[in-house]
């Protein structure tokens, strides 16, 4: 006896009979309509269905393939598997939503087992649709990519299919990453542009067409790599816009006075101690932000969008003309007032060095406010801020160190003026960002448009 178990449609083609208890009927059209509309039952239920058919008195030759018991099993029943997705990725599903990336499903399973699991998981919603294999294979290109928007599920999918849904994908623009644990993985591994291999289940084949190889096959770790790869170009956004910030406004003050016809606001040694210390000591750290906690509510980054965008530049059109100001208007204050160049050139050293100060705490975030407790999640900040406040008090009131960098003790109460004026640069984030808070808050209930550049994960 031979027992043939496998997916009901090739299984069924190798079927003449039906053995119905313990008797073998002729397979009519009403009895092979019966067995397909209970396995679409058994499907809508998320179970993976098998069927199981046997041959009595034969022997088959491996080398001969199936072909010889076409026409020779009887069907005996079906056999329906439940494996329940892991608690996470249903959150996790919604995550990606949330972050612009739409989840398709690409399964070898029976259609309706695949529909019922993504609809189950958030992937599939009303309305959208499922393709088997055949299906697909009917559409034209064209025609497959004026329904992509609302096919959720791909089912019973061959490796040229799965490379071909990747590539529609692709002239659409789409960034596509691609999962996948077996060797016909291995060609739409290759061409999409993230390809994810399962590092537990995964074939070597898989692995190496991959780019990136999850260790323990969980499509959560995937999710939680998009926040952290989002978390990691945010925070050299941020090092970049505190250093052009800071290095253009120091250029604006030096230009200025020159042009002007006024002493030099800074030493040249005192120049050199901004770049290497004043920066030195909170630039790694900044590098080490933690994660804001909405990074995975804001919409990819686009395509080909510069390190160095438009965001960046309007607001380094604000941070760098307040803390020129500050310390330039501060600068000319000190020199009208009448006091020793020595110390008015003290004092505007420092000033500088405040605006910087402030000017990292702007640089934290593109929205939430610097004036609240985050600012410890970052130890290594707070060690930076306080480490170079020490420094900057030893170059001011040390008296070794006053000789080498051309400073002299300052006044306490004019270090207090010194604080009020350099929070200047801070005060003029805070209330961009507050507008820009507030902006959100009145189009939060306006219905979201797709995101043009909307990240897939098939």
């Not at 640069?425 to 550049?453: D, Q, T």
Request: with cysteine; aromatic share 6%; hydrophobic share 50%.
């Amino acid at each position: 006896m031979i027992v043939v178990k496998g997916a009901l449609e090739a299984v069924l083609e190798l079927c003449g009979g039906v053995q119905l208890g313990g008797e073998v009927q002729p397979m009519d059209e009403m009895t092979r309509a019966a067995i397909l509309q209970a396995a679409e039952g058994m499907a809508g239920k998320a179970l993976r269905v098998l069927a199981v058919a046997i041959v009595h008195n034969r022997m088959l030759e491996p080398s001969r393939g199936y072909a010889p018991l076409e026409g020779q099993a009887n069907f005996v029943g079906l056999v329906g598997q439940l494996d329940p997705p892991r608690d996470e990725v249903r959150e996790a599903v919604a995550d990606c939503r949330a972050a612009g990336i739409r989840p398709v499903m690409v399964t070898g399973d029976y259609k309706a087992t695949g529909m019922a699991i993504a609809q189950a998981l958030g992937i599939a919603r009303s309305g959208d649709l499922a393709l088997d294999g055949r299906e697909l294979e009917a559409l034209s290109d064209a025609q497959l990519e004026r329904d992509l928007d609302r096919v959720a599920v791909f089912a019973r999918v061959q490796p040229a299919q799965k490379l071909r849904i990747v590539e529609v994908f692709q002239r659409r623009k789409e960034v596509v990453a691609m999962t996948g644990d077996g060797v016909n993985d291995a060609p739409a591994l290759a061409k999409a542009d993230v390809g994810i291999a399962m590092g537990i289940t995964g074939t070597d084949v898989a692995k190496e067409a991959a780019r990136i190889v999850i260790t323990d096959d969980n499509f959560a770790t995937i999710v939680t790599a998009v926040e952290q790869g989002r978390l990691v170009y945010s925070n050299v956004r941020k090092v970049l816009l505190y250093l052009f910030s800071t290095s253009v406004a120091e250029l604006i003050v030096l230009l200025t006075a020159l042009i002007s016809g006024l002493p030099l606001p800074l030493a040249a040694v005192q120049i050199l101690w901004i770049n290497l210390v004043t920066d030195g000591v909170v630039t790694v750290n900044l590098i080490m932000e933690p994660l804001e906690g909405d990074e995975m509510q804001r919409p990819p980054t686009r395509t080909g969008e510069r390190l160095l965008s438009r965001k960046i530049f309007r607001r380094l059109a604000l941070l760098t003309p307040a803390m020129a100001i500050s310390t330039l208007g501060y600068f000319v204050f000190r020199l009208q007032s009448g006091a020793p160049f020595a110390q008015v050139q003290t004092e505007t050293f420092t000033m500088l060095a405040v605006c910087q100060w402030f000017n990292v705490l702007n640089c934290r975030s593109e929205e939430h406010s610097a004036l609240t407790w985050s600012l410890f999640r970052n130890p290594w900040l707070v060690g930076g801020l306080t480490l170079g406040m020490v420094l900057q008090a030893l170059v001011i009131f040390a008296p070794p160190l006053n000789a080498l960098f051309h400073t002299v003790p300052i006044p306490w109460e004019n270090a207090f003026l010194i604080g009020v004026v350099a929070s200047l640069v801070l005060w003029v984030e805070e209330i961009r960002k507050a507008l820009l808070r507030r902006r959100k808050r009145r189009s939060a209930g306006v219905e979201a448009r797709p995101y043009p550049g909307d990240a897939v994960n098939v």
